[in-house]
């Protein structure tokens, strides 16, 4: 079945260029992008996208990474988009990610782990709408 995901590519993939590599990996496996753009992140959108994790010990560093600084948005499309983007990924801390995974091929640090993406519909419905209008949605 064909779904869509948010994806963003964090400033560590940006910063060290790694841009081309990790959206063609998807593209790769037959995923579309039907929107897309590099943005400076607003502080208030960087606390609306972790608004999930606020209150817990590393929210602030998550936000704090992310805010005022260049990053990807982007909604994939594709056979089970969400759960193959979170494969793709590997695990959260790049140290226990499989190579071959993007994060165990070139994640260096926990916080700025170079990829975050919707990890179900409902989170896929609440992170698209902060940076994307239906409109902007290619099919």
Same mark, same amino acid.
Do not use: C, W
């Given at each position: 079945?064909?779904?869509?995901?948010?994806?963003m590519?964090?400033?560590? !993939? =940006?910063? +060290? %260029?790694?841009?081309?590599e990790?959206i063609?990996?998807?593209?790769?496996? *037959?995923?579309? @992008?039907v929107? &897309?753009?590099?943005?400076?992140?607003?502080r208030?959108?960087?606390?609306?996208?972790? !608004? =999930?994790? +606020? %209150?817990?010990?590393?929210?602030?560093q998550?936000?704090?990474t992310?805010? *005022?600084?260049? @990053?990807?948005? &982007?909604?994939?499309?594709?056979?089970?988009?969400?759960?193959?983007?979170?494969?793709?990924?590997?695990?959260?801390?790049?140290?226990?990610?499989?190579?071959?995974?993007i994060?165990?091929?070139?994640?260096?640090?926990?916080?700025?782990?170079?990829?975050?993406?919707s990890?179900?519909?409902?989170?896929?419905?609440?992170?698209?709408?902060?940076?994307?209008?239906?409109?902007?949605?290619?099919?």
């Amino acid at each position: 079945m064909s779904e869509r995901t948010f994806v963003m590519l964090k400033p560590s !993939a =940006v910063e +060290r %260029g790694l841009m081309g590599e990790i959206i063609s990996r998807f593209e790769r496996k *037959g995923l579309k @992008v039907v929107a &897309m753009k590099l943005i400076r992140m607003r502080r208030e959108d960087a606390e609306r996208l972790y !608004a =999930v994790h +606020r %209150g817990k010990h590393f929210y602030e560093q998550l936000v704090s990474t992310i805010a *005022g600084r260049r @990053v990807v948005v &982007m909604v994939l499309e594709g056979r089970s988009a969400i759960s193959v983007v979170r494969k793709m990924l590997g695990a959260t801390d790049p140290v226990n990610a499989e190579p071959g995974t993007i994060r165990g091929d070139f994640g260096l640090d926990i916080t700025d782990n170079l990829v975050h993406a919707s990890d179900s519909a409902e989170s896929y419905e609440y992170e698209h709408r902060i940076f994307f209008s239906e409109s902007d949605l290619v099919a």
